[in-house]
């Protein structure tokens, strides 16, 4: 009833058989096609039998009509693009621990090793596990092992089945891993307060391309401060370790650069793709690299690269912009002095005196006298701003950076520098643009600083970084690519200011921003972000709290809704967000947030559809920001539980299930059942945690000693994630004493196969921007829950496209009693796709082999023309199973061309016709039909052979134009190859072939399979 009409990257257009008497039709779509599913309206059309679903064709769609009471079938579309997107190249990440039964062992399933998927697993490649180099067990469905054999003695390895071992590990000696570090030295503050170190916030990324993990760990001062508060602190430093402890390089960001949490996002990736990780962050002049030997001494150092302009201005690495009471003073001296040339003044935006701001009487000549503003500032900090809260301590102001060149530079994974450019959004002042005096609580250098990054998969294939400022008024983003050598800027988005009268008296709440385009950015932005494809189009749009900036830079959506009153408000800034697929039914994913906003905002805590911000539950809150909320599979029953502080645990539909709810502070998916485990859920808010890890299911899974968290009642962790062996999460914890890193794995023999998250783009980009801000937690592109359907972890694996092969004895795939002969068809799936792993299958009238993107299934036979072919059906089995987007591959002519067997002849005038029934059969399928050229025959010495090679050329002749004719798709192997060849030698030539010179070796038969590859590429 309905079939494919055009298929591109970007959309599928459908048509269908008119039914129903109103000529009136609405479509149906949802990402599943689970008994479960929910199917949303995407349009309506009226009188015509077509639509188009613009939405990316990466994965397959479901579809229905629907005609007044009558609905069609559901329709599955088909797959039209097919990324290759640029992933890390892991290591097996085998990791060997102790355990009470023994030793029990874990490793990484990689993407490119996936094939297919059953009910409980993904399939592809099995394993074998070695244990001091001698087999000792295949598993098949799980990657862990259990051996109830092992000693601390024994050294483990393990190799895909059929394949090269990795390098041996050795059990840890512990439950749990210890990673020792080398804690940066004790400062003094300018004022003599002391100060230490505490090991924080952590990422990793493969620095020198072993497929391994190194770890990149932020050190912060004990007297580290939040944004809005007051007070010097130490510098901030990153460290690079190795898993042994081997500290390779240290970044001290200098004193330019404040240390807290809202400062310095440092961004860990492969950006490039050349197998080494980079790291981004905000850098200033002081910031510099130091380099370690093995014995941890330093060996070498080097500071940033100040652009020419700064230096020709005079700025140098010993310069210090941080404030101290005195100088901020004077810095409102000289801000008064000048407040007739800001330009909002100028502009008659704001009052034209000081006094008007203040609202007390206007005692001074404008442009003030430098005694007149040293007056007016002491009235300011000593009167004014007391007035408007006793926590206005401006005398006491110290610490800040409000001045000063700010940079944003991208660093080797080995250290050194790669680029240092401007900043690409400038302060332009302490905040008073930013609203920073403007609410009661006067808190210059607050909105302005507040920092976020992240990288997302712009594209859809390759990595962007993403660089921010701001969120609570104004809010910047801008999007670079790294080339290997410079960062390439894609777009920038600026919501603009946001519009005050008065810069000392406006509470701002939810205004729009000056820009026209971007305005609605202002003031949605939380303490983290996330990306994620939230609109099916194939690639990851930034969500930037209650807003979404598409992947080119345009904004997508600011969600609205109407307060009690009926004014219609912005959902505003919020402290936690968590973007996943938390109603599988619900077609495409959702975020659920709290906001701050309390009466402002139309709700104190929601779930929203991410692809366009509309809420789909909530509750208005009118006078607290409630702070946290999580989202996790914690309860029986279908999609995510959703909690918040102080409210309730709702289910995914919004039902209050109860009024008992986990800690807020981190998720991790720990136990091997997909279910979510809480870190410190039995602890929240205690300002001690340990990391305990707790939940309703399990109740205390994994209490750690002599661990602290980090970052008060925040309780985070240094990081969670897929760090090795299976899918499961690690728990990276500081000891209570900063000596080192302690890092835990779950041991439970698992019964399920999935590949490493890290493999799942969404996933391994949310590890990268784990440490923003608050830090959040990350989720994969899929439903990971008790109740996952496997089908759904790589959708394209439901649809993926089939290659047929109608062919002869060159294209036949062989059995290994009959080699040394091989086909190209047997080959093809490795040359399409080299790196990934192939399963296949071999029936009496085919073969297939499949990867994780295609399956090629050969009906390829010796000694078969297009007669024979026909005649013993073969065309008809092809025709039972190909469908739409498939493709059939007709290379035909050798058998053909024979005379002396008149089964097989084919006159070279009916060729053409006889093609025509294999193009007819993919074209009524809605598939598409690709000629072959016969391959060419190595016929230099033999005359017959020479003889049969022209005729053949007579063929390819024929075929050329009829493929011409018929527009369609033809590959020339024979000329291809041709060329090739007559650059060789006939030895050379000979070495592709068996000594028939007709039929192909296995280098012969990869060689054509190769161009073909790469023909079809074009294609």
């Known amino acids: 009833m309905i079939r494919v009409k055009e298929l591109n990257e970007a959309s599928v257009t459908i048509q269908w058989t008119a039914f129903g008497t109103s000529g009136s039709y609405e479509i149906l779509w949802s990402d599943k096609n689970l008994p479960t599913s929910q199917f949303l309206p995407v349009g309506q059309v009226v009188g015509t039998t077509s639509f188009t679903l613009a939405k990316a064709t990466n994965v397959p769609h479901y579809l229905k009509v629907v005609a007044g009471t009558e609905t069609s079938a559901v329709f599955e579309t088909p797959i039209g693009w097919q990324p290759e997107v640029q992933l890390e190249k892991l290591d097996r990440g085998l990791i060997a621990v102790p355990v009470k039964e023994g030793i029990f062992l874990t490793w990484r399933f990689l993407k490119n090793e996936v094939a297919g998927f059953n009910e409980r697993q993904l399939t592809g490649a099995d394993f074998t596990v070695y244990r001091n180099d001698e087999a000792i067990a295949n598993v098949t469905d799980s990657t862990n092992f259990l051996d109830a054999k092992g000693t601390a003695a024994d050294a483990y390895s393990v190799a895909p089945t059929n394949g090269t071992p990795c390098a041996s590990v050795t059990p840890w000696a512990d439950s749990y891993l210890e990673l020792p570090l080398q804690k940066p030295a004790d400062g003094v503050t300018p004022v003599g307060d002391a100060y230490t170190y505490h090991a924080n916030d952590l990422s990793v990324m493969d620095v020198d391309g072993d497929g391994a993990y190194e770890f990149i760990l932020k050190w912060d001062p004990s007297n580290s401060h939040d944004v809005s508060q007051r007070g010097y602190t130490g510098n901030t430093y990153l460290d690079c370790y190795r898993l042994d402890g081997r500290l390779l390089w240290r970044i001290d960001c200098g004193v330019n650069i404040r240390s807290g949490a809202h400062y310095t996002q440092f961004m860990c990736y492969d950006f490039d793709g050349d197998g080494r990780g980079e790291i981004a962050f905000k850098t200033a002049p002081g910031t510099k690299i130091q380099w370690f030997d093995a014995d941890g001494q330093v060996t070498k150092e080097s500071y940033i690269t100040l652009p020419a302009e700064d230096i020709a201005s005079g700025v140098t690495h010993t310069d210090n912009y941080v404030c101290s009471p005195a100088d901020y003073r004077q810095h409102l001296v000289a801000l008064f002095m000048d407040w007739q040339r800001q330009p909002e003044v100028i502009a008659h935006h704001w009052p034209q005196t000081l006094e008007e701001c203040f609202a007390i009487p206007v005692r001074y000549d404008y442009p003030l006298s430098h005694e007149d503003a040293e007056t007016l500032v002491t009235y300011f900090i000593e009167e004014y701003a007391l007035q408007r809260s006793s926590k206005n301590l401006l005398d006491e102001f110290a610490g800040f950076i409000y001045q000063g060149p700010e940079y944003l530079t991208i660093f080797a994974g080995d250290g050194h520098e790669l680029e240092t450019i401007p900043f690409p959004f400038e302060r332009g002042d302490d905040g008073l643009m930013w609203g920073d005096y403007a609410w009661n609580r006067i808190e210059p250098c607050n909105r302005v600083d507040r920092f976020l990054a992240g990288v997302g998969y712009l594209d859809g294939v390759h990595p962007s970084l993403v660089i921010c400022r701001g969120y609570y008024t104004r809010a910047c983003?801008?999007?670079?690519?790294?080339?290997?050598?410079?960062?390439?800027?894609?777009?920038?988005?600026?919501?603009?200011?946001?519009?005050?009268?008065?810069?000392?008296?406006?509470?701002?709440?939810?205004?729009?921003?000056?820009?026209?385009?971007?305005?609605?950015?202002?003031?949605?932005?939380?303490?983290?972000?996330?990306?994620?494809?939230?609109?099916?189009?194939?690639?990851?749009?930034?969500?930037?709290?209650?807003?979404?900036?598409?992947?080119?830079?345009?904004?997508?959506?600011?969600?609205?809704?109407?307060?009690?009153?009926?004014?219609?408000?912005?959902?505003?800034?919020?402290?936690?967000?968590?973007?996943?697929?938390?109603?599988?039914?619900?077609?495409?994913?959702?975020?659920?947030?709290?906001?701050?906003?309390?009466?402002?905002?139309?709700?104190?805590?929601?779930?929203?559809?991410?692809?366009?911000?509309?809420?789909?539950?909530?509750?208005?809150?009118?006078?607290?920001?409630?702070?946290?909320?999580?989202?996790?599979?914690?309860?029986?029953?279908?999609?995510?539980?959703?909690?918040?502080?102080?409210?309730?645990?709702?289910?995914?539909?919004?039902?209050?299930?109860?009024?008992?709810?986990?800690?807020?502070?981190?998720?991790?998916?720990?136990?091997?059942?997909?279910?979510?485990?809480?870190?410190?859920?039995?602890?929240?808010?205690?300002?001690?945690?340990?990391g305990v890890v707790n939940d309703y299911r399990h109740g205390v899974v994994l209490q750690p000693q002599g661990t602290a968290v980090n970052n008060g009642t925040k309780g985070n962790p240094c990081l969670v994630a897929d760090l090795f062996g299976d899918y499961r999460e690690e728990l990276v914890l500081r000891t209570a004493d900063d000596?080192?890193?302690?890092?835990?794995?779950?041991?439970?023999?698992?019964?399920?196969?999935?590949?490493?998250?890290?493999?799942?783009?969404?996933?391994?980009?949310?590890?990268?921007?784990?440490?923003?801000?608050?830090?959040?937690?990350?989720?994969?592109?899929?439903?990971?829950?008790?109740?996952?359907?496997?089908?759904?972890?790589?959708?394209?694996?439901?649809?993926?496209?089939?290659?047929?092969?109608?062919?002869?004895?060159?294209?036949?795939?062989?059995?290994?009693?009959?080699?040394?002969?091989?086909?190209?068809?047997?080959?093809?799936?490795?040359?399409?796709?080299?790196?990934?792993?192939?399963?296949?299958?071999?029936?009496?009238?085919?073969?297939?082999?499949?990867?994780?993107?295609?399956?090629?299934?050969?009906?390829?036979?010796?000694?078969?023309?297009?007669?024979?072919?026909?005649?013993?059906?073969?065309?008809?089995?092809?025709?039972?199973k190909i469908t739409a987007g498939d493709t059939l591959l007709i290379q035909f002519g050798h058998n053909d061309v024979n005379r002396e067997k008149p089964e097989r002849y084919v006159p070279l005038a009916d060729f053409p016709t006889a093609l025509g029934k294999f193009v007819a059969v993919a074209q009524e399928n809605e598939a598409t039909p690709l000629l072959l050229a016969p391959i060419s025959l190595a016929a230099t010495k033999d005359e017959t052979l020479k003889a049969l090679d022209e005729e053949l050329g007579a063929y390819t002749q024929v075929m050329a134009q009829y493929a011409a004719d018929q527009d369609i798709p033809f590959i020339n192997l024979r000329q291809i190859s041709s060329d090739y060849f007559s650059q060789l030698s006939s030895a050379e030539v000979d070495s592709y072939y068996l000594a028939d010179h007709v039929h192909l070796n296995e280098k012969g038969a990869m060689q054509y399979a190769q161009w073909l590859a790469a023909a079809l590429k074009k294609a």
């Not at 729009?512 to 990306?531: M, V």
Request: glycine residues 8%; charged residues 20%.
């Open 477 to 690: 983003v801008a999007a670079y690519r790294f080339d290997g050598q410079n960062l390439q800027e894609e777009w920038r988005a600026d919501s603009g200011h946001v519009p005050m009268d008065n810069p000392f008296n406006n509470q701002l709440h939810v205004q729009e921003g000056t820009d026209p385009i971007y305005g609605g950015l202002a003031a949605q932005g939380d303490h983290s972000l996330s990306f994620a494809d939230v609109d099916q189009d194939g690639k990851m749009e930034i969500i930037y709290g209650g807003a979404t900036i598409d992947h080119d830079g345009s904004l997508l959506y600011s969600s609205y809704d109407y307060l009690p009153d009926g004014t219609l408000a912005k959902f505003g800034h919020g402290d936690a967000m968590h973007v996943a697929d938390i109603d599988p039914d619900r077609p495409g994913l959702e975020i659920f947030n709290v906001f701050e906003e309390a009466s402002h905002a139309p709700y104190g805590y929601a779930l929203r559809r991410a692809e366009d911000g509309t809420a789909i539950f909530g509750e208005h809150e009118a006078v607290r920001d409630l702070g946290r909320c999580m989202v996790g599979d914690i309860l029986d029953g279908r999609g995510y539980s959703c909690w918040v502080n102080t409210i309730g645990t709702f289910d995914c539909h919004g039902n209050l299930v109860q009024k008992e709810t986990l800690g807020t502070n981190m998720p991790i998916r720990f136990t091997p059942d997909f279910t979510t485990q809480i870190i410190d859920g039995v602890d929240y808010l205690a300002n001690n945690g340990s």
């Open 739 to 880: 000596a080192a890193l302690r890092i835990y794995t779950n041991t439970e023999v698992s019964q399920h196969k999935l590949m490493t998250l890290m493999h799942d783009p969404q996933y391994r980009c949310g590890v990268a921007w784990q440490n923003n801000c608050y830090n959040q937690p990350c989720y994969p592109s899929f439903y990971y829950a008790s109740d996952m359907e496997m089908s759904e972890v790589l959708p394209a694996l439901k649809r993926k496209p089939q290659i047929f092969i109608a062919g002869d004895s060159t294209a036949q795939s062989y059995r290994s009693e009959e080699r040394p002969q091989f086909g190209w068809g047997e080959k093809l799936l490795a040359a399409l796709a080299p790196d990934y792993f192939i399963a296949a299958e071999h029936t009496a009238e085919s073969s297939s082999f499949t990867n994780q993107f295609t399956t090629v299934v050969n009906f390829a036979k010796a000694g078969r023309s297009t007669k024979t072919f026909l005649a013993e059906e073969r065309l008809a089995k092809i025709a039972e």
